[in-house]
T-cell receptor, first 112, second 109 residues
Framework: IAGITQAPTSQILAAGRRMTLRCTQD?????MYWYRQDLGLGLRLIHY???????GKGEVPDGYSVSRANTDDFPLTLASAVPSQTSVYFC???????????FGNGTRLTVT | QQPVQSPQAVILREGEDAVINCSSS?????VHWYRQKHGEAPVFLMI?????EQMRHEKISASFNEKKQQSSLYLTASQLSYSGTYFC??????????FGKGTHLIIQP
């Protein structure tokens, strides 16, 4: 079934550790996005990529990095996790920048 | 800059109507609406384009007033399955990938 796969589903991480959240889509969408969702704050954009090889910063990029080596994969890396990065992370993709977003099922990350 | 949604929460009886508003301080060329059920990912509902017609998804319709930079979502004869959090996303200019904080909709039998 075509869609977006995120891994892991959930993770408990010690502060200071490095972590990469994986996101893969098989829809050949050009654009991909990472959002974090926190209670009362809605969905906030971390980083985005309009096409393979390009990335851009969203509303809350600090402490996160991304890469887009190919069309399908868009990993999100936390270089040194902090408790404020505890959140649910959603990866999304769209045919192009102005198209509707398709979301993955999310990764619940707890930083202790 | 985030679009502003109102109200923050709505509690309805099954069969009642509701309106959710989304306002932006910047010019928009489209508005996207999503619904998220508890514990699930957001799901796209509909897109409203500048100069376009009112859109409909089941008994949910939406309008877009580009002069006021405002969109409204109309839920008619609400069903239990409509419960969830509704998000708008205003598209305009170089960014426009930000969501409103959401409106929580609870439908009671």
């Amino acid at each position: 079934i075509a869609g977006i796969t995120q891994a892991p589903t959930s993770q408990i991480l010690a502060a200071g550790r490095r972590m990469t959240l994986r996101c893969t889509q098989d829809m050949r969408h050009n654009a991909m996005y990472w959002y974090r969702q926190d209670l009362g704050l809605g969905l906030r954009l971390i980083h985005y990529s309009n096409t393979a090889g390009t990335t851009g910063k969203g509303e809350v990029p600090d402490g996160y990095s991304v890469s887009r080596a190919n069309t399908d994969d868009f990993p999100l890396t936390l270089a040194s996790a902090v408790p404020s990065q505890t959140s649910v992370y959603f990866c999304a993709s769209s045919v192009q920048r102005d198209s509707p977003l398709h979301f993955g099922n999310g990764t619940r990350l707890t930083v202790t | 800059q985030q679009p502003v949604q109102s109200p923050q929460a709505v509690i309805l009886r099954e069969g009642e109507d509701a309106v959710i508003n989304c306002s932006s301080s910047k010019a928009l060329y489209s508005v996207h609406w999503y619904r998220q059920k508890h514990g699930e990912a957001p799901v796209f509902l509909m897109i409203l384009l500048k100069g376009g017609e009112q859109m409909r998804h089941e008994k949910i319709s939406a309008s877009f007033n580009e002069k006021k930079q405002q969109s409204s979502l109309y839920l008619t004869a609400s069903q239990l399955s409509y419960s969830g959090t509704y998000f708008c996303q205003g598209r305009g200019g170089a960014d426009g990938l930000t969501f409103g904080k959401g409106t929580h909709l609870i439908i009671q039998p």
